[in-house]
């Protein structure tokens, strides 16, 4: 959407608060690459979808800063935790003070290491897994999520349309793009899953597992 539309959209939904508007500002002045953090939009949608599936277990692949992190957790029922992982262990020291500064600390269980190999000995089934690591391995986490999740839990894979690149034969060559690329062509093909592309933001897939 353009930027007028998304404004006026930002002013009919529920504010994000002052924590993560403070979150996703130091994100983006002291970060590389702020943009990736969810922001206000999706975080409130990924706190409604949480809402609507009401998961006790939830995994995310790609914490960053955490701000996605600390929606998802606003959502769940008491006795719910997110699970979430970040591989590069760099951002520990921005990441972990604002998770376990928030109001929602005690649903969050933040890990340093790789969710494809790490996530499966946590001996934990999950009701919903978030995908937001890297684009070049989304097929491996996404078979990942699937042996860790119950049937009929939902997967959620994040920056499916890629900022348009998906589309677009100058990035051909991108190893990101040609990861999302590939997902996209994967998802499409697996009947082990339900699925539907939100063009919101960077493009969100929801996959229901049928």
């Not at 130091?26 to 998961?55: C, D, E, F, W, Y």
């Not at 957790?73 to 376990?100: M, S």
């Not at 699937?146 to 997967?155: A, D, P, Q």
Request: some cysteine; overall charge negative.
């Amino acid at each position: 959407m353009d930027e007028e539309l998304e404004k006026y959209v930002l002013q009919h939904i529920d504010a994000e608060g002052d924590y993560l508007y403070r979150l996703y500002r130091a994100t983006n002045i002291q970060l590389l690459h702020g943009r990736m953090a969810s922001g206000h939009l999706q975080g409130r949608l990924l706190k409604m979808l949480v809402r609507m599936i009401r998961p006790k277990r939830i995994l995310e692949v790609g914490t960053f800063s955490g701000y996605s992190a600390i929606c998802l957790a606003e959502g769940l029922d008491e006795g719910g935790k997110v699970y979430t992982f970040e591989i590069n262990d760099e951002q520990e020291d921005f990441t972990r003070p604002w998770i376990e500064g928030s109001a929602v600390a005690d649903k969050i269980e933040f890990i340093i290491g790789d969710a494809i190999t790490e996530a499966p000995r946590l001996g934990v089934t999950f009701d919903m897994v978030f995908i937001d690591g890297d684009k070049r391995t989304y097929i491996e986490t996404y078979e990942m999520a699937l042996s860790v999740v119950r049937k009929g839990g939902f997967i959620i894979a994040d920056n499916t349309l890629w900022d348009g690149h998906v589309v677009d034969p100058a990035y051909d060559r991108d190893q990101q793009t040609q990861g999302i690329r590939r997902f996209n062509d994967y998802i499409a093909a697996d009947t082990r899953v339900e699925k539907v592309i939100l063009p919101l933001r960077d493009g969100l897939t929801i996959l229901y597992i049928s």
